[in-house]
């Protein structure tokens, strides 16, 4: 037996995973183990998708393992097998309690309860003391559910009950590091390859206000963050113990606080490992002498939200900042020698076809190593949801859609096939062009195309992922020697 099981549910890879070949470690899960750990309760993880873990697989591991709380994590678009998996375990173990928590949760808590009634309580927010106190409650026995801070759960009528939320964790360096010895460590991919890559979160929330972010709505709009001893503390950490020469930092803007970026990068050069890393940044946080501080302490790889080509349409969901200085900061990472990835999205609000157009154009002249175009998604908790909804643009309810690759939402020019027909216009232009495809052929060989045909695999490369199969490659990898 042990006391709680944290699950991300089975059968939940959804499009943009896919799309990306990426399957990455559920560090929210690792840090609410890591926290029950430490305070003596028997944990275990069950990443599904990792390990290929069928629902009826998952039956019975949890017939066999008789948890007293089982807390499942769930996004908008896998809400139905968070469902499912939640039936599973009250079929197989009746008195266990058992949680819903994640971003879909947080925001459509009540609704969550209404319509699975396997689902005991919603964790909102951050899980990690939330969690402890439920095992508090159910394992010993020392807390009423009506006492547990950010929880929402049904009174003995039936009826949902929110209890008030839990303040956000102030000092982040006070959590262990997430328990990934119970997670597959070796299961993980990128580009669809299996390696030594893996993810660490060095801070929570975001000052920004861009309308469409469902992090910064569960996080917060202020920025707290591991100290830089401590982020360096985990990144030798997860290389020593994992062999990990790869990080990539998944926070929402890892350059946000230049001064912790500059103290990162120097304990970095001090401690001499070899340890090549990447992270999302927005083009008015860098420069070019912070750009190459992180160049000289191994960052290879900068993800950029630019979102689009078009200054109306940044403005309209409060981006912050100009088409122009985004093409500045990609000269400067050409010039360093920095890989970029830019991300856009399609159907953003005021969007037209010719705004979909100069968007298409823009990624072509800015011309990054690679580019990821998504359509816009209105999640729940999110000023563009709440604005979706009331301008009635939302024309597909059902969550399962909601994987930024299906459209759901129309602008007022353009109806989701349209917004479709623009994310696929935008990829296929991007990726299939003769200087762009001999460029990365030569960085990266055969390697090239298998990361091009990942990258179109919903789109138009079905020949082209064929191919990559049948070729003799070896693993890829997103390192560059430092200058």
């Known amino acids: 037996m042990v006391d709680v099981l944290l699950v991300n549910p089975p059968d939940v890879t959804t499009k943009y995973q896919r799309f990306l070949g990426i399957t990455a470690p559920p560090l929210g899960l690792a840090y609410i183990a890591a926290v029950l750990e430490e305070a003596g309760y028997t944990v275990r993880i069950l990443d ?3 390990l290929g873990m069928s629902l009826e697989e ?64 919603v964790v909102r927010r951050e899980g990690e003391y939330t969690v ?76 920004m206000r861009c309308e469409f972010c469902a992090s910064a709505a569960l996080h917060g709009h202020r920025l707290r963050a591991h100290s830089a001893e401590r982020v360096v503390a985990e990144m030798l950490h997860v290389h020593e113990r994992y062999g990990s020469d790869i990080i990539a930092f998944v926070d929402d803007t890892f350059t946000y606080d230049r001064r912790r970026v500059e103290k990162i990068c120097r304990l ?20 070019r002498e912070l750009l190459e501080l992180m160049k000289e302490a191994g960052c290879s790889t900068l993800f950029f939200g630019v979102e689009s080509g078009s200054q109306e349409i940044l403005d309209n969901v ?55 175009v998504s359509v816009a998604t209105p999640y729940p908790g999110t000023r563009f949801y709440e ?30 096939e349209e917004v479709k027909k623009y994310q696929k216009r935008a990829m296929i232009e991007f990726y299939v062009r003769p ?15 298998k990361v091009v045909g990942t990258m179109l695999a919903e789109v138009v490369a079905k020949r082209l992922k064929a191919l990559a199969l049948k070729l003799p490659s070896p693993r890829y990898d997103i390192r560059r020697k430092r200058s």
């Open 58 to 121: 998952f039956r019975r591991t949890v017939r066999r393992l008789k948890p007293a709380i089982v807390s499942i994590s769930a996004t908008t678009p896998i809400i139905k097998q968070a469902y499912r998996a939640a039936r599973a375990v009250k079929q197989e173990v009746e008195d266990a309690l058992v949680c819903l928590g994640g971003y879909h949760p947080t925001f459509m808590d009540k609704e969550c309860l209404m319509e699975c009634d396997a689902v005991d309580v």
């Open 318 to 372: 409060n981006k912050g900042f100009t088409v122009e200085q985004t093409k500045r900061v990609f000269e400067m990472c050409k010039d360093i020698g920095i890989i970029t990835v830019a991300s856009a999205v399609v159907g953003l609000p005021g969007e037209t076809h010719e705004s979909a157009k100069r968007t298409i154009k823009f990624l072509k002249e800015l011309d990054p190593d690679y580019a990821i």
């Open 48 to 50: 599904c998708p990792a």
């Open 268 to 287: 970095l050069i001090e401690s001499g490992v070899d340890i090549t890393w990447g992270c999302s940044a927005r083009v008015d946080t860098v420069d």
């Open 387 to 416: 604005r979706a909804e009331k301008e009635g643009l939302i024309e597909e309810k059902s969550w399962d859609k909601f994987t930024l690759m299906d459209p759901v939402i129309r602008t007022t020019e353009l109806t989701p």
């Open 132 to 207: 402890l106190d439920l095992a508090r409650s159910v394992v010993d026995g020392d807390e009423e559910l009506g006492e547990i801070l950010g929880i929402t759960y049904r009174d003995e009528d039936g009826r949902p009950v929110r209890n008030p939320d839990r303040p956000l964790i102030q000092d982040l360096d006070t959590l262990p590091f997430p328990a990934r010895h119970l997670l597959p460590m070796d299961r993980y991919t990128f580009f669809g390859s299996r390696t030594s890559a893996t993810t660490i979160v060095s801070s929570r929330g975001c000052p």
């Open 435 to 449: 200087r762009y495809l001999i460029r990365m052929l030569r960085r990266n060989g055969l390697d090239a195309v």
